[in-house]
């Protein structure tokens, strides 16, 4: 079992959906969780960063922790054709980053 | 958030020869930089962990003498591709920690070995 699971998708949505995206984790030693936006031929950009269970919103985007089932979530409100990219989920502790493979997002107008 | 800067941006080089790609943290100091690799569709690779003053930490299955790390000051690290070969034709990415536990990412560095 890989430390960090993510559905790879693709995720096609209409514009204006709500977008909800999704890991599981296996180690308990994760104390702080992230998610980074992708663009095409692009490095990824930090979108939130959590470090304890429970929600953390900005703007448009809400990420989740819930620690007891190992689950993190990102929703993404109103999405825009914009929005469309990859979204990588990532956990860390006391040792460098986990990624998660990382889910393909479109959002159509 | 902080920035980190990569150079170059994209590189075409022979086979046989070397490429060295910069990693910088443009507004924060950098004990610890890590670099990745990406192949089309696929998640980062770690491939080392960068520290300064020190020798890299690389993982297991990167050779560490084909892919030399230098991280020289709190703001650059640099990542040597020795003797490239096409196989080695990637998406190099280096991240480094801000102030807190999270990971600033650079633009990326697409190589290309003919």
């Known amino acids: 079992q890989k430390e960090v699971e993510q559905d790879p998708g693709p995720l096609s949505v209409p514009e204006g959906a709500i977008v909800s995206l999704n890991c599981t984790y296996s180690n308990s030693a994760f104390q702080y969780f992230m998610w980074y936006r992708q663009y095409s031929r692009k490095g990824p950009e930090l979108l939130m960063y959590t470090y304890s269970s429970g929600n953390k919103e900005d703007g448009r985007f809400t990420a989740q922790v819930d620690k007891s089932s190992k689950y993190i979530s990102l929703f993404i409100r109103d999405s825009q054709p914009s929005d469309s990219a990859t979204y990588l989920c990532?956990?860390?502790?006391?040792?460098?980053?986990?990624f998660g493979k990382g889910t393909r997002l479109s959002v159509i107008a | 958030g902080a920035v980190v800067s990569q150079h170059p941006s994209w590189v075409i080089c022979k086979s046989g020869t070397s490429v060295k790609i910069e990693c910088r943290s443009l507004?924060?100091?950098?004990?610890?930089m890590f670099w990745y690799r990406q192949f089309p569709k696929q998640s980062l690779m770690l491939m080392a962990t960068s520290n300064e003053g020190s020798k890299a930490t690389y993982e297991q299955g990167v050779e560490k003498d084909k892919f030399l790390i230098n991280h020289a000051s709190l703001t650059l690290s640099t990542l040597t591709v020795t003797s490239a070969h096409p196989e080695d034709s990637s998406f190099y990415i280096c991240s480094a920690h801000g102030q807190g536990s999270e990971q600033y990412f650079g633009p990326g560095t697409r190589l290309t070995v003919t």
């Open positions: 990532a956990c860390g502790g006391n040792t460098p980053l986990v």
């Open positions: 507004d924060f100091q950098a004990t610890t």
